[in-house]
Each structure stands twice: as C-alpha cells, then as structure tokens.
C-alpha cells in the first residue's frame, strides 16, 4: 500500500514522503495511530494544503522532546530484584519497570518510548535508549542488582559477578586430598606400609 507519511518514521522516511509499506503495517499501526494517509489525489491535495502546519507542529514536538532529553539524558535508574548466585534474575526487567522507575524519580514517559530489545534478564548494568520523538533519542543507564549496597557498587564501576567469582576462586584454596593415579577404587594408601615393604 503507498502511504504519505505525516511524521518521520525509522527506516521509512520523512514528512511528506510516499513510501510503499505492507498492507498490514499501514492498516494496523500507521493509519489508526495518524502517522500516515492513503497515497491518492485526494489526501496528497490535503497533505499540501496542511504541510507548513504539519511541519510547524513536528517542530515543536521535537523542540519539547530535545528540552525533556537533556533533562533525561544519562539519568541511572536502580531497579532492585531477586537473583541467583550466578546474578540471573528470578524474573526479568521490563519496559514497564523501566517507565515506573523513571516516574519515581519525576520523568513522564510513556512506555512506547522506551526501546529495549529484549528484556534483562541478569544484573548489572544496562543502556536503555528512549525515543522521546522520532529524531530524539536518549540514553539512561538501568542499574540491576540484588541489593541498594551492590547498586552502589556497579554504579562506582564495579563488576559485582566477577568480582564475586574471584573471591569465591580463592576461598577454595583450602583442604585437598592426596592423590595416587596407581590407587585402586577404595584402596587407602598409608605412607609407613609402603616404606615398609620397600624395605
């Protein structure tokens, strides 16, 4: 289906654009969410006819979102969850966790701004991109981890998993058993009978 575009899309184009997409796109998304007209005579006449207003308001839009950017830009947000010893989570990080936890700290965004691939499944921390517009994008840092304590420290920079793996490498530094390759399963080897018989 050919559709004028009323805003820029990713991957598709800009204002006024023709662009051909698949049916379903422009029927299910596009079209109901007011981003685009059918391409025919009749919208292309009224697409022209309201194009310095439709530009004026993107502007603006977009002015607004650079001004919520910057205030948003670089924000860390901590999210503390359940984990295993191996720093995988009982559970996952959402975009629903992401928006609560910027609303706590006075940030307004919609959950369809927030562009997450795949949601966090382990602790640590991650980049979450926010598109506050569709040529404002920002970046906020998601802290995971067990504790307010292990928050701080990954926020200082600290691997929290490595770290704890090293510690647990060195702890197991302790008792081992004498070990003979020649040793039948069971058998008991006493020092003074093998001196003994090599007497």
Same mark, same amino acid.
């Given at each position: 289906?050919? /559709? ?9 184009? $800009?204002?006024?654009? @023709? ?42 839009? #977009?002015?607004?979102a650079e001004k919520a ?14 984990? $295993? ?6 559970? $996952?990080?959402?975009? #629903? ?17 927030? @562009? =997450? ?29 067990? $504790? ?15 770290? =704890? ?22 058998? /008991? ?11």
């Amino acid at each position: 289906m050919d /559709i004028i575009l009323l805003e820029r899309i990713e991957k598709l184009g $800009s204002i006024g654009d @023709v662009v051909t997409v698949k049916d379903g796109y422009a029927r299910n998304y596009l079209l109901p969410e007011k981003k685009a007209l059918r391409a025919n005579a009749a919208n292309k006449k009224v697409f022209e006819a309201n194009r310095d207003r439709l530009e004026a308001e993107n502007a603006e839009r #977009r002015s607004d979102a650079e001004k919520a950017g910057e205030k948003i830009n670089g924000t860390e947000i901590v999210l503390i969850r359940a984990a $295993s010893n191996a720093g995988q989570l009982y559970g $996952s990080v959402n975009v #629903r966790d992401v928006t609560a936890a910027l609303k706590d700290k006075g940030f307004d965004v919609d959950k369809k701004q927030v @562009v =997450m691939g795949s949601p966090i499944k382990t602790i640590g921390m991650f980049d979450v991109t926010l598109a506050l517009h569709p040529e404002v994008r920002v970046t906020i840092k998601a802290n995971v981890a067990r $504790s307010d304590d292990e928050a701080t420290l990954q926020s200082e920079g600290v691997d929290v998993l490595a770290a =704890m793996f090293e510690e647990e490498a060195q702890d197991k530094g302790g008792f081992t058993e004498a070990f003979d390759p020649n040793a039948e399963p069971g058998e /008991i080897l006493i020092e003074d009978e093998v001196e003994g018989d090599e007497a």
